[in-house]
C-alpha cells in the first residue's frame, strides 16, 4: 500500500515538478484583475477564450518593464511555473512582458504620451519664449559625443559671443535617465537665457532615457525655457512633447536658438545704408523748411515790411494822385459853367449898381447944396453929417448951409406945424 502524503509535501512535490519541468515559457493572453500593490509587485489574471492562469511579476521584473500592465492588454509573458503552496494554487512568476503585435518600448512610449498628455504637459500655454540674443546657454549631453562637438560648431560660427556651460551626463543605459534630470534641475538655477538637453541618432533603445517620465516631470518643472535635441528629424521622444521647443538635431538647436551674425551683420549693414537714407531724407527736409523759413524771415524782416510799406504809400500816392487828377479834372468841367454864370451874374450886378450909382450920383447932384439955387433954402447937418430938421432937440447944435456959407445955430425953441 503506497504511502500518505501531507496536503503540504503533495504540493511541495507539486511545486517541485512545476518548477523543474516549467523552468522557462512564453504565454500568449489577455490580461485582467490587474493588482498593483504598494510593495511594488503586480498580481494579475492572464486568460483566453477558454482558460485563465494566474500571475505575479515581482517588484524588481515590474521596474524593468517598459511599459505599464494595464487591463484588457493583450501580451505575452515570459517567465516560469510556481506554485503557491498554503492554497495550492499554481501561477505563472513572470520575469517579464511584451505587447502581443507591437514592440514594449513603443507601447511604453504611447503610454506615457497619453499619461503626460492628460496631465497639461504638452499644452501650449506652459510653453515659455526662448531670448533672441541669449548670452548663457546650459547643454545637457554626453562630455564625449558628437553631438556636442557639433552643438559648440555651429555655436561658434554663428554667435561667438554666447556663453556655454556643458552639464556632462550619461545619454543611454541604465541611470542615464535620473542623471539627465538631476542635471536639468540644477541647469535651472543657473539662471542661464536657456537649455538644450539632447544626444545625437541612435536606436529606440539608446535613446529611450529621453522617453522617461523623470525627466518629463525634469523638463516641465523648469523656468528656463528648455529645448529638446534628441537624435534625427525622423526621431520623436516625450522630451520633445514636453520641452518648449523641438529641435530636430542637436546642430539644428543651435541654428534655431541663436542668431546669424553674418545676417546680423547683413542686416545692421541694411540698417545702415537706410539709416543714412533717413537722415540724408530728414536734412534735406530740413533744408527746404530752413529756406523756407528764410524766404518768411525776408518777407516779415523789418526792411521787407518797410520796403512792402513804401510800396503801398507809393501806390495810394499814385492812386491819390490819380484821382485828384480826375477830381480836378471833373471839377474844372464843373467849374467852367459856374464860372460863366458868375461872370454873367457879376456882369449883370455891376451893371445893376452902375445903374443905380449913376442914379445915386444924379440924386446927389441934385440934392447937393452947391446944386440948390433956390432962395430961402440950407441943408442941416450935424458934425458934418446931413440930417432932417425933425432929428433936432432944444438945446442941439446944428450948421445951415448953402453953397457958400454955412450958419452954426442952436435950437432954441421948436414950433410944430
Known amino acids: 500500500m503506497a504511502s500518505t502524503l501531507s496536503v503540504s509535501a503533495l504540493n511541495e512535490q507539486i511545486k517541485i515538478l512545476l518548477e523543474t519541468s ?4 512564453s504565454v500568449e493572453g489577455e490580461l485582467s484583475r490587474v493588482t498593483k500593490h504598494g510593495s511594488g509587485h503586480i498580481y494579475f489574471t492572464l486568460k483566453d477564450n477558454e482558460s485563465a492562469i494566474k500571475g505575479v511579476m515581482f517588484k524588481g521584473n515590474a521596474a524593468r518593464l517598459k511599459f505599464s500592465l494595464e487591463e484588457g492588454a493583450h501580451i505575452i509573458l515570459h517567465g516560469a511555473l510556481s506554485l503557491y503552496k498554503p492554497r495550492g494554487e499554481y501561477q505563472i512568476n513572470a520575469f517579464s512582458a511584451e505587447p502581443y503585435g507591437a514592440g514594449a518600448l513603443a507601447v511604453a512610449f504611447e503610454q506615457l504620451k497619453q499619461k503626460l498628455e492628460s496631465k497639461g504637459y504638452f499644452d501650449p500655454s506652459h510653453k515659455k519664449p526662448f ?3 541669449p548670452q548663457t546657454m546650459v547643454l545637457v549631453t554626453s562630455a564625449t559625443g558628437a553631438a556636442l562637438q557639433d552643438m559648440q560648431r555651429v555655436a561658434m560660427s554663428r554667435w561667438p559671443l554666447v556663453k ?4 556632462d551626463v550619461l545619454v543611454q543605459g541604465t541611470g542615464a535617465a535620473p542623471m539627465i534630470a538631476n542635471a536639468l534641475r540644477y541647469a535651472d538655477t543657473l539662471n542661464a537665457d536657456a537649455v538644450v538637453v539632447g544626444r ?3 536606436s529606440i533603445e539608446d535613446l529611450w532615457a529621453f522617453n522617461e517620465e523623470i525627466v518629463a516631470d525634469a523638463i ?10 534628441v537624435g534625427h528629424e525622423i526621431d520623436w521622444v516625450i522630451s520633445d512633447y514636453v520641452a518648449d521647443m523641438r529641435a530636430p538635431t542637436p546642430s539644428a538647436a543651435m541654428q534655431m536658438l541663436l542668431p546669424d551674425q553674418n545676417e546680423l551683420f547683413q542686416s545692421i549693414d541694411e540698417l545702415r545704408y537706410s539709416a543714412y537714407g533717413m537722415v540724408s531724407q530728414r536734412l534735406e527736409r530740413k533744408r527746404e523748411q530752413l529756406l523756407s523759413m528764410q524766404e518768411a524771415f525776408k518777407r516779415h524782416n523789418v526792411e521787407h515790411r518797410l520796403e512792402v510799406q ?6 495810394l500816392k499814385e492812386r491819390l494822385n490819380r484821382q485828384m487828377a480826375q477830381r480836378m479834372e471833373q471839377s474844372g468841367r464843373e467849374l467852367t459853367p459856374l464860372i460863366e454864370r458868375l461872370t454873367q451874374s457879376i456882369e449883370s450886378t455891376l451893371r445893376q449898381k452902375q445903374f443905380m450909382m449913376s442914379q445915386l450920383t444924379e440924386g446927389f447932384s441934385a440934392n447937393h447944396p452947391k446944386n440948390k439955387n433956390k432962395s430961402g433954402f440950407a441943408q442941416i447937418a450935424r458934425e458934418g453929417k446931413v440930417i432932417d430938421l425933425d432929428e433936432l432937440k432944444v438945446g442941439d447944435r446944428f450948421d445951415a448951409m448953402n453953397d457958400h456959407r454955412v450958419v452954426r445955430s442952436e435950437v432954441v425953441e421948436i414950433i410944430s406945424m
Open 22 to 25: 516549467f523552468e522557462f515559457v
Open 131 to 133: 531670448p533672441k540674443f
Open 164 to 167: 556655454l556651460i556643458i552639464l
Open 200 to 202: 545625437g541618432g541612435g
Open 220 to 229: 516641465f518643472a523648469m523656468k528656463t525655457p528648455v529645448m529638446s535635441a
Open 310 to 315: 513804401r510800396e503801398v504809400i507809393k501806390e
